[in-house]
C-alpha cells in the first residue's frame, strides 16, 4: 500500500529496557553472592566470639561463687552494704554476657541465611517427601524454632482429628520453614502471651492439602510493611534506596522458597497491636503399605538405645584452638571419652590406633579436606567409625554433597552440646544397626 513505520528506535529503546534489566538482576545476584562469600568468612571468627563469651561466664560464675563465699565467712553486718553491691555488680555483667551471647547468635543466624538465600536463589531447592508422624513433626518443628523461646511462652497445639497421624509431607523444607514461623511469633511476641498452631485439611479436587497456621498476639505489623518482607531481597526487585529501610526479612523469604518448592504457599496477615498469623497450605498423601515400604529405611527406628553405662569414645578432628577447646570441654563435661587431632594426618593417626565410635569432623582442615581424611580412615576401618561433619557454614548444597560422601550428618557451628549429644547418640544407634547387619 506504499505505508511503512520505522519501528529502528523503539527496538533500540526495547533492547536498552532489556539490558538494564539484565544489569539490574545480575548486580543483585552479585550482591548476594558476594555477601554469601563474606558470610563464610565471618562466619568461624563469630563462632569463636561464641565460644569466648561462653568462657567469660563460666570463669564469671566461679569468681561469683567465690566472692558470695568471701562474704558468708566474713559474716559482718558492715558488709551487707558492700555484698549488695557486688551482687548488682554481677548481676549487670552476667546481663552484659547474655547480650553479647544473643547479639553474637543473632549476627551468624544472619550470615547462615545469606549465605543460604545465595545458594537457594541459585542452585534452586531440593525436595525429599518422607512418610512422618504428624505430631512429632510439629514437635520438631517447635523445638527447631530459630529464636529462643526465653519469654516462657506457652504453644497451644490443636491437629484435626481427621488427619492421619502419620502423612507423607517435604519435611526438611516445611520443617525449617515452620521453625521460622514459629521463631518469629515467639521473637514479636509480649511475655505471658501464647501461641497457637493449628493444623487442618481440606481437599481440592483430587488433591490432599494440609493447612497449618500459627498465630501470635503480638506487636503486629502494617499491611504494607508486610508486603514488603518478601519483596526487598527478590532477584526481580529494584534495588532503591527506600528498600534499605524496609527492613526485609531473609528468614520469611526462605521459608516462603522452602515452602513453594514444597508446592505450596505462604500467607500473612498481621494487625498493629493484636498480632500475626501465619498460615502454610502444602500437599500431603497418606502412605499405602507400599509407600511405607520404601521410606522404611529411612524412618525405621527399632535399634534400641545403647546401654547407659556405655561410654562412647570420640574422635574430634578440629583445627581452631578456641573451637577446639570449647568442644573438647563441653564433650568431657557430657561424660564421654575424647580425643584430639589438630589435622588430617594426625586424625587418621590416632584413627588407625584406636578403635573410636564416633569422628566429630572439622571439613577445612589445614593439610587436607576433612571429607579426605573420612575416605582415608574407612579405607582401613569401613563403617567402625560413624562420622559427624562440623562445619562453621553449611549450605544445603554442602549438606547434600558431605551426607553422600559419607558423613551421617551435618552440624553447623556453633553447635550446643544437646545437638551434638543427639547426633552423637544416632551415631551409636547407626553403627549398632551395622554391626547386626553384618552378623
Known amino acids: 500500500l506504499g505505508i511503512y513505520i520505522d519501528i529502528t528506535t523503539e527496538k533500540k529503546i526495547q533492547e536498552e529496557l532489556a539490558k538494564q534489566i539484565d544489569e539490574t538482576e545480575q ?42 563465699k568471701m562474704i558468708k565467712l566474713l559474716n559482718d553486718k ?29 549476627t551468624l543466624t544472619a550470615l547462615q541465611n545469606l ?50 497421624k502419620e502423612v507423607i509431607i517435604d519435611y526438611a523444607n516445611l520443617c525449617a520453614a515452620l521453625s521460622v514461623l514459629i521463631g518469629n511469633a515467639i521473637r514479636f ?12 485439611t481440606m481437599q481440592q479436587e483430587s488433591n490432599s492439602y494440609l493447612t497449618i497456621t500459627v498465630q ?67 500437599p500431603y498423601s497418606v502412605a499405602d503399605s507400599e509407600k511405607i515400604a520404601n521410606f522404611s529405611p529411612k524412618i525405621k527406628k527399632a535399634i534400641e538405645s545403647p546401654n547407659s553405662s556405655f561410654q562412647p569414645y570420640i574422635l574430634l578432628i578440629e583445627d581452631d584452638n578456641i573451637s577446639q577447646k570449647s568442644t573438647y570441654t563441653a564433650l568431657i563435661e557430657a561424660g564421654y571419652k575424647v580425643d584430639v587431632a589438630s589435622d588430617g594426618a594426625e586424625a587418621i593417626r590416632l584413627a588407625l590406633k584406636n578403635d573410636y565410635d564416633v569422628a566429630i569432623l572439622d571439613i577445612s582442615l589445614p593439610d587436607m579436606n ?17 562420622f559427624i561433619a562440623f562445619t ?18 551435618v552440624l553447623a557451628k556453633p553447635a550446643t552440646i544437646s545437638q551434638l549429644q543427639n547426633l552423637i ?7 549398632i544397626r551395622l554391626n547386626q547387619e553384618k552378623k
Open 425 to 431: 547418640e544416632e551415631a551409636i544407634k547407626v553403627k
Open 370 to 386: 576433612g571429607v579426605e581424611v573420612m575416605h582415608q580412615i574407612r579405607a582401613i576401618k569401613q563403617d567402625q567409625i560413624i
Open 216 to 282: 501470635d498476639y503480638g506487636v503486629g505489623m502494617p499491611e504494607e510493611q508486610v508486603k514488603r518482607l518478601f519483596t526487598a531481597l527478590n532477584k526481580e526487585g529494584k534495588h532503591t534506596r527506600d528498600a534499605l529501610y524496609h527492613k526485609p526479612s531473609v528468614q520469611l523469604l526462605r521459608a516462603k522458597m522452602w515452602i513453594e518448592a514444597s508446592g505450596g504457599k505462604l500467607e500473612l496477615t498481621s494487625v498493629v497491636n493484636q498480632g500475626t498469623t501465619a498460615s502454610i497450605t502444602v
Open 115 to 164: 549465605g543460604d538465600l545465595h545458594h537457594m536463589q541459585s542452585e534452586g531447592i531440593k525436595t525429599n517427601f518422607v512418610f512422618i508422624g504428624l505430631d512429632e513433626f510439629i514437635k520438631k518443628s517447635i523445638s527447631n524454632s530459630t529464636y529462643p523461646n526465653t519469654k516462657n511462652l506457652e504453644v497451644d497445639i490443636h491437629i484435626s482429628e481427621t488427619i492421619p
Open 392 to 409: 562453621s557454614h553449611a549450605s544445603e548444597e554442602d549438606e547434600d554433597y558431605f551426607i553422600e560422601a559419607g558423613v551421617m550428618a
Open 27 to 68: 548486580a543483585n545476584y552479585s550482591t548476594i553472592r558476594f555477601i554469601s562469600t563474606a558470610s563464610h568468612e565471618i562466619r568461624n571468627p563469630m563462632t569463636n566470639v561464641l565460644a569466648l563469651q561462653n568462657g567469660i561466664k563460666e570463669k564469671l560464675d566461679v569468681l561469683q561463687d567465690f566472692f558470695y
Open 78 to 106: 558492715s558488709e551487707t552494704e558492700f555484698s549488695n553491691k557486688i551482687a548488682e555488680t554481677f548481676h549487670e555483667m552476667h546481663e552484659l554476657a547474655y547480650l553479647c551471647n544473643s547479639e553474637a547468635n543473632r
Open 189 to 200: 511476641s509480649r511475655i505471658n502471651q501464647r501461641i497457637k498452631i493449628e493444623v487442618t
